[in-house]
């Protein structure tokens, strides 16, 4: 990505990448908005906007200032071209083309069977299927190395799942490690019951797969000394796995990779990233250091751990350009085909709540989310459960 050409972007369109959606909702088309841009938007069809984003070729309508941030965007988005087959998957990581030792297709471990299934949805399935198929090829890239992978951690274990799939499937030792202890005995239930019912089975379970050893879990807060720990578990080499880390909680990963000495290989899949918990609060998204200011603080400090490299070394991401990241195009398409009057409750509430606030803080609350039912829920309803954890104290008035 051009560094130069990105700063320039987030400079001319600062009064568009500041703003929430939920504001053009609420409020109406900013006013700080191009005259073009809001002529077009207040005059177009959802399905044109919509086209405007998915589609390559831009209507006659589109303003062409429009048209050139969007083809200066293109030039810079990452490819999220959905990978098919191992082949694809090796090439696209090594960056190697390879044709020999790889399945044309990816094999599906979880649905083997019922009990390797076991509370596992559908999405969780694919993601653990290609996951397991990475750490495979990883293997296999060292091996030919003469430097084999012999341990893998799970960061963010969860109830295990994935974990449980790479220790049945890729002969390493695997250590599991959860900041929740319920999450960390629901896991170990699970290994128990699978070693326990595929005893008396095994000639119905596929001869690739090992039952014979779990995980090793522990619940832990993570921190960058788990390096010692990952150093101590690992023979030699080690496979580090985080799999939806939230937030920070990516940073402190890397983190640990980096200072760990026999991590060899690190599989990062991050989520939300607007989310900090080293120094987060709600109502200053922006930063805010508990132990340094207040709550009557107007300028929160600032306080970001994105990005990390040193290309983007003094560049500081915001909360809101962070949660942008978090989104895409595919699924906002997707969204807005379908009728939700979710959606539509949200919008009058957020109006609502700025009609009767003229504080900041009562606006952009976090509300609950609150899946409608057709003529069962009531907008008050709506509005009770969506306020149930911030913003109880506007109930009423918002009821007014």
């Known amino acids: 990505m051009n560094r130069g050409e990105f700063l320039t972007i987030l400079e001319e369109y600062g009064n568009v990448t500041s703003t929430r959606s939920i504001e053009h909702f609420a409020l109406g088309t900013p006013k700080s908005l191009d005259g073009s841009w809001k002529d077009y938007l207040e005059n177009s069809s959802l399905e044109e906007v919509i086209a405007l984003i998915t589609d390559d070729k831009i209507g006659a309508s589109v303003p062409d200032s429009l048209k050139s941030l969007k083809f200066r965007l293109k030039a810079l988005e990452y490819s999220r071209k959905c990978v098919r087959t ?27 069977n019922g009990l390797i299934r076991k509370r596992i949805k559908a999405k969780k399935q694919h993601e653990i299927d290609r996951i397991v198929e990475l750490i495979s090829q990883i293997q296999m890239f060292f091996r030919e190395k003469s430097e084999p992978i012999d ?8 109830v295990g799942h ?16 959860e900041g929740n202890q319920q999450f960390t005995l629901a896991a170990n239930s699970l290994d128990e019951q699978l070693v326990q019912k595929t005893a008396a089975k095994m000639r ?55 200072k760990s000495e026999k991590a060899k290989a690190l599989v990062l899949l991050g989520c939300c990233y607007h989310k900090q918990f080293q120094c987060f609060h709600f109502l200053h998204p922006d930063g805010f250091n508990l132990e340094t200011a207040s709550l009557d603080s107007t ?22 350009l962070r949660e942008i990241a978090c989104h ?22 957020e109006k609502w709540i700025r009609e009767i606030s003229d504080n900041p803080e ?21 509005i009770r459960r969506a306020m149930a954890k911030r913003g109880r104290y506007l109930i009423e008035r918002v009821l007014e």
């Open 162 to 177: 994935l974990s449980r799939m790479i220790s049945l499937k890729n002969g390493l030792n695997v250590m599991a490690v």
């Open 299 to 320: 300028s929160p400090p600032s306080c970001s751990v994105f990005p990390l490299s040193q290309k983007w070394m003094g560049f500081e991401l915001s909360y809101i």
């Open 151 to 158: 341990s893998l951690v799970d960061i963010g274990a969860g």
């Open 86 to 112: 191992p082949v694809e998957l090796w090439n696209g990581w090594t960056g190697e083309n390879r044709e020999y030792g790889l399945d044309s297709k990816f094999k599906l471990i979880t649905s083997t």
């Open 204 to 258: 119905h379970f596929s001869s690739d797969l090992n039952f014979e050893k779990s995980p090793l879990r522990s619940t832990n807060f993570v921190t960058e000394e788990l390096a010692s720990k990952i150093d101590d578990f690992a023979e030699n080499r080690a496979i580090l796995v985080g799999l939806h880390c939230c937030g920070d909680f990516s940073s402190t990963i890397l983190k640990v990779f980096q």
């Open 328 to 349: 895409n195009n595919e699924n906002l398409e997707s969204r807005f085909q379908k009728t939700d009057i979710s959606r539509f409750a949200r919008a009058h509430l």
């Open 362 to 382: 009562d606006w952009n609350l976090g509300l609950c989310s609150v899946k409608c039912e057709d003529e069962k829920t009531t907008f008050e309803d709506y």
